[in-house]
C-alpha cells in the first residue's frame, strides 16, 4: 500500500538546519528536535530537507545514515552483517551507479506489496499444531498496539514493524518446533 508524502502547506519539504553544535532545528515549528523526532517523521512519510546552517548545504543523505545508524545500534539490527557487506563492496564498483535505484525500486515494490506478505506471514504462523495460541497472540499485540498507539488506526504504521518483528520471530520459533515435533 502507498503512502502519501506530507509536506508543508506549499507542498515543500520542511527545512531542518542542523548547527556545529549537531543540534537540530525544525523551521516550521521553530523548535529544536531530535533524530528520533526525525526518525518518527520518515515513518509518517513527512518530507524533510536537512541543510548544514552554516553554508546551506542539504545533509539529508549523511542524516538519514545517522538515523539507520541509530536504529541499528539501538536494538536488534534489521540490516544482516552479509547485506552490510554487499553494499560496502558496491562502493566504487562499476555497478555502483546503479545500487541506489534498485534499493529504492525494490523498497518501494515491498512496501506495496506488505499488505500480501503480512498475510501470508499470518496464515504460516497461524497454521500448525500451535495455530491457535499464535493467533490469540497476534491479537494480543493488535489489542496492545491500539490501547498504547490508538493514533494508528490499524493502517501500516512504524509500530507494526514491531509486530511484524515478533512475527518472523514467532515463525523461526514456530519452525523450530516442528522441526523438534519431526524428530
Known amino acids: 500500500m502507498a503512502r502519501k508524502s506530507a509536506t508543508v502547506a506549499d507542498g515543500d519539504p520542511i527545512i531542518i538546519k542542523k548547527y556545529a553544535n549537531r543540534r537540530l532545528y525544525n523551521t516550521q515549528s521553530s523548535k529544536y528536535i531530535t533524530l528520533d523526532f526525525l526518525a518518527e517523521l520518515t515513518r509518517k512519510d513527512v518530507q524533510f530537507k536537512v541543510v548544514d546552517a552554516k553554508t546551506g548545504d542539504d545533509i539529508t543523505h549523511s542524516v538519514l545514515t545517522q538515523i539507520i545508524m541509530e536504529e541499528e545500534t539501538g536494538g536488534q539490527g534489521m540490516l ?6 554487499q553494499i560496502i563492496a558496491l562502493y566504487g564498483d562499476s555497478m555502483q551507479g546503479l545500487v541506489p535505484q534498485f534499493l529504492e525500486s525494490s523498497m ?4 506495496k506489496n506488505q499488505k500480501q506478505v503480512q498475510d501470508v506471514i499470518e496464515t504460516a504462523l497461524t497454521s500448525g499444531p500451535f495455530g491457535h495460541i499464535a493467533k490469540q497472540n497476534i491479537e ?3 489489542a496492545a498496539r491500539d490501547a498504547f498507539m490508538p493514533n494508528l ?3 501500516k504504521q512504524a509500530g507494526d514493524d514491531n509486530i511484524d518483528d515478533l512475527k518472523r520471530q514467532m515463525a523461526e520459533l514456530q519452525a523450530k518446533i ?4 519431526q524428530r
Open 80 to 85: 544482516p552483517v552479509s547485506f552490510l557487506r
Open 140 to 142: 494480543m499485540m493488535r
Open 153 to 155: 488506526g490499524g493502517s
Open 108 to 111: 518501494d515494490n515491498f512496501r
Open 178 to 181: 516442528d522441526k523438534l515435533s
